[in-house]
């Protein structure tokens, strides 16, 4: 059987605090040894630095009210599925794709009350 390594442990030897290693093993950090605490680290360091996918922008062709609002419900479909995406995933981004998603809808809200006052 392993022991669990204490936070002091685990903190020096990411060179971290050991409250700082309290919040990180509620995110899942592991405390069986040193070398799966660096390895969670690492992954979660490149997961991190990993490019998102990224939505096309829309091309407007005649600039009417009623294209940009049907252009504009294709960008929300597609900011919701990366945000959907990236939680089933465990990218730590969600939360960002989350906002970016809200933030299209609002504004698709907006045109539509636009369009329903012109």
Known sequence: MTRK????????????????VSVLKREGLPTDSVEAALAWR???????????????PAQLDDGTLADTIAQHRALVGRA??????AM???DPNGPKYQTSYNQSLRTLV???????AG
């Not at 690492?42 to 096309?56: H, L, N, Q, V």
């Not at 907006?110 to 329903?116: E, R």
């Open 80 to 85: 919701r599925s990366v945000w959907q995406a």
């Open 88 to 90: 089933e995933g465990g």
């Open 42 to 56: 690492a992954a979660r360091d490149e997961a991190r630095s990993a490019k998102a996918p990224k939505a096309a």
């Open 5 to 20: 390594l204490s936070n002091l442990e685990i903190g020096t030897a990411l060179g971290i605090t050991a409250q700082r």
């Open 110 to 116: 907006s045109l539509g009350k636009s369009k329903s």
